[in-house]
T-cell receptor, first 114, second 115 residues
Framework: AQSVAQPEDQVNVAEGNPLTVKCTYS??????LFWYVQYPNRGLQFLLK??????LVKGSYGFEAEFNKSQTSFHLKKPSALVSDSALYFC????????????FGAGTRLTVKP | DAEITQSPRHKITETGRQVTLACHQT?????MFWYRQDLGHGLRLIHY???????NKGEVSDGYSVSRSNTEDLPLTLESAASSQTSVYFC??????????????FGPGTRLTVL
């Protein structure tokens, strides 16, 4: 079965600095990978996804993620963090062959300090 | 604008009672999902549906049931609520394609407390 690991519960960065939120995955086939963001008392919002093709995926709000097959990783990045980026971030994976359900990581809380 | 709504947003109930959480989407999506969110676990899939009259069990389906009588709604029922079912519940929907490439759209969540 597919699974996702987000090794950091919490990431703290200063405003204007680059940020990285880490994600590694495990699937039996090829993966579909997703990043979602959750603001307080809200549902999850889709940020970006990797299906196939270019390993660098660009998404909403200036975020991007790099798919690395050899390291089974899909880290979320942003060149310059904003205080408004502070939120809970979830990585998710679907197996291209199985495809039936999406498995989410436990989430990483990003705090951007002014 | 299309949206996905959940009701109630907050619910307090007692152990042993039956509880139904509503989910309604106007995206005209075929796929609908129910998740629960607990600290340290992220989101875990409870049940999902790929269309009318179709329902499937997810990772943590024990004690829950769903029914799909139309495209727009997927109510989640807790047959006999237990304290372990205290959680935040999210409904989601997605389009249906030949392959499962589509992202999911989430509702605002229902916070359920079982006393």
């Amino acid at each position: 079965a597919q699974s996702v690991a987000q090794p950091e519960d919490q990431v703290n960065v200063a405003e204007g600095n680059p940020l990285t939120v880490k994600c590694t995955y495990s699937v039996s086939g090829n993966p579909y990978l997703f990043w979602y963001v959750q603001y307080p008392n809200r549902g999850l919002q889709f940020l970006l996804k990797y299906i196939t093709g270019d390993n660098l995926v660009k998404g909403s709000y200036g975020f991007e993620a790099e798919f690395n097959k050899s390291q089974t990783s899909f880290h979320l990045k942003k060149p310059s963090a904003l205080v408004s980026d502070s939120a809970l971030y979830f990585c998710a994976v679907r197996d291209m062959v199985l495809g039936n359900d999406m498995r989410f990581g436990a989430g990483t809380r990003l705090t951007v300090k002014p | 604008d299309a949206e996905i709504t959940q009701s109630p947003r907050h619910k307090i109930t007692e152990t042993g009672r039956q509880v139904t959480l509503a989910c309604h989407q106007t995206w005209n999506h075929n796929n609908m999902f129910w998740y629960r969110q607990d600290l340290g676990h992220g989101l875990r899939l409870i049940h999902y549906s790929y269309g009318v009259q179709d329902t499937n069990k997810g990772e943590v389906s024990d004690g829950y049931s769903v029914s799909r009588s139309n495209t727009e709604d997927l109510p989640l029922t807790l047959e006999s609520a237990a304290s372990s079912q205290t959680s935040v519940y999210f409904c989601a929907s997605s389009d249906r394609g030949a392959t499962p490439v589509h992202e999911q759209f989430f509702g605002p969540g229902t916070r359920l407390t079982v006393l």
